[in-house]
Structures are given as structure tokens and as C-alpha cells.
């Protein structure tokens, strides 16, 4: 049972662009949501997160957006750099207990 | 400020031995997580360590189990090898920052385990 779902998993942008990559997930009680960026054989990097009670956050170019009612949540890249090239995975949790990740969706960023 | 640190960096060993994998939190941090990240799979949590306990363990058989030591730091150890026990290890590490406890895990690199 696939708790959280990334369902594309991949999404190809043009820098300068806005990059925006979904999420969804089933458990109505998780409370934190989080982003992470990875690359191969390394650790994933802490991104972005929220709160189950707040709507939206917001760090630099990176912001997060978070449907309860949908069970959903966005990551919004503004504007998107060669850089930001990598596999991005949502995770959720309950009461700081075990991350759920995603499956991944792979962003490319070109020229 | 020093991230949380894994060793070693690659590990490869037999079918049937046993490996013992590494992890130092950041500074401060009481709580550290294991989690696998088989090759093709996404990552999936193995087990949690806080103040020295271990309070939840993913769906993994016996033969991986580990400890938290009174600095923090963890061990995962994995008896019995078996070639599908290939992966990346990942250890994260959560904890107080100066505004209140975090629910946020930081990770560390990992370690690639391979088992011929």
C-alpha cells in the first residue's frame, strides 16, 4: 500500500521556467511534509516542509503548498536552474515517527 | 556545523556474513533513523533510535537490527547476508535546533553495501 504517490516520475523544464512537482498521498493524519533533492548514490538533501496545519511555505526560490482537503501537496521551483537537476521525493510523517517517501520524480532542467 | 556522517562509504562482503554499518548525528540530535534504498526501489525506513531506544522498526526480517550508543550514534548490523540485502544505506538524524525540536531529518551519505 503506497502511502505516498509521486506520479510522474519525470518532468523536463527550461531554465528560467517554474518547475512544479506533485504529490499525494492517503493517510489523513500525517502531520509534516517534506521535499528532498537527491542524486545518485547520495543522501537525500533536506529542501523544504510543512506543516500539516499551514498552507504554504516558503524558502527562497523553493515553495510548498499543501491541499489537505485533496490530500495533496506541490513543490513549486521559481525560477528553475540546470542545477536544481535531480530526484526530487515528497515524504510525510506522524508524530516525528518513521519519513514515507515517495517514489521520486526526476526534474531536468535544460538550457 | 558537521552533518551526520556514515562509514564507510562502500562495503562489500559475501553471502552469509555479516555487515556492520556506521552513523555519527549531527551534534545535538538524539534520534536516528536507518533506512534502505534498494537499487530500482524508493527509500524505506528499517528502524528509529531515540535516547538510546529503539521505538519503531520498518518490515524487515530479525536479521537487521542495530543500537544507539550514549554519544548517539548508531549501528545497523545485518546478519546473514543475502544478495537482495544490496543497497544504499541511509541514516538520518533529527533533533532540538534553537528554536524547539525539529521534525525534520537530515541524512548522511550512506553506504553502499554490496553482497556477492
Known amino acids: 500500500d503506497q502511502q505516498v504517490k509521486q506520479n510522474s516520475p519525470s518532468l523536463s523544464v527550461q531554465e528560467g521556467r517554474i518547475s512544479i512537482l506533485n504529490c499525494d498521498y492517503t493517510n489523513s493524519m500525517f502531520d509534516y511534509f517534506l521535499w528532498y533533492k537527491k542524486y545518485p548514490a547520495e543522501g537525500p538533501t533536506f529542501l523544504i516542509s510543512i506543516s500539516s496545519i499551514k498552507d504554504k511555505n516558503e524558502d527562497g526560490r523553493f515553495t510548498v503548498f499543501l491541499n489537505k482537503s485533496a490530500k495533496h501537496l506541490s513543490l513549486h521551483i521559481v525560477p528553475s536552474q540546470p542545477g536544481d537537476s535531480a530526484v526530487y521525493f515528497c515524504?510525510?510523517?506522524?508524530?516525528?515517527?518513521?519519513?514515507?517517501f515517495g517514489t521520486g520524480t526526476r526534474l531536468q532542467v535544460f538550457p | 556545523e558537521a552533518g551526520v556522517t556514515q562509514s564507510p562509504t562502500h562495503l562489500i562482503k559475501t553471502r552469509g556474513q555479516q555487515a556492520t554499518l556506521r552513523c555519527s548525528p549531527i551534534s545535538g540530535h538524539t534520534s536516528v533513523y536507518w533506512y534502505q534504498q534498494a537499487l530500482g526501489l524508493g527509500l524505506q525506513f528499517l528502524l528509529w533510535?531515540?535516547?538510546?531506544?529503539?521505538?519503531n522498526r520498518g518490515n524487515f526480517p530479525p536479521r537487521f537490527s542495530g543500537r544507539q550508543f550514549p554519544n548517539y550514534s548508531s549501528e545497523l548490523n545485518v546478519n546473514a547476508l543475502e544478495l537482495e540485502d544490496s543497497a544504499l544505506y541511509l541514516c538520518?538524524?533529527?533533533?532540538?535546533?534553537?528554536?524547539?525540536?525539529?521534525?525534520?531529518?537530515?541524512f548522511g551519505p550512506g553506504t553502499r553495501l554490496t553482497v556477492l
Open positions: 515524504a510525510a510523517s506522524l508524530n516525528t515517527d518513521k519519513l514515507i
Open positions: 533510535y531515540d535516547e538510546g531506544e529503539e521505538r
Open positions: 538520518a538524524s533529527r533533533g532540538i535546533t534553537p528554536t524547539g525540536v525539529t521534525d525534520t531529518q537530515y
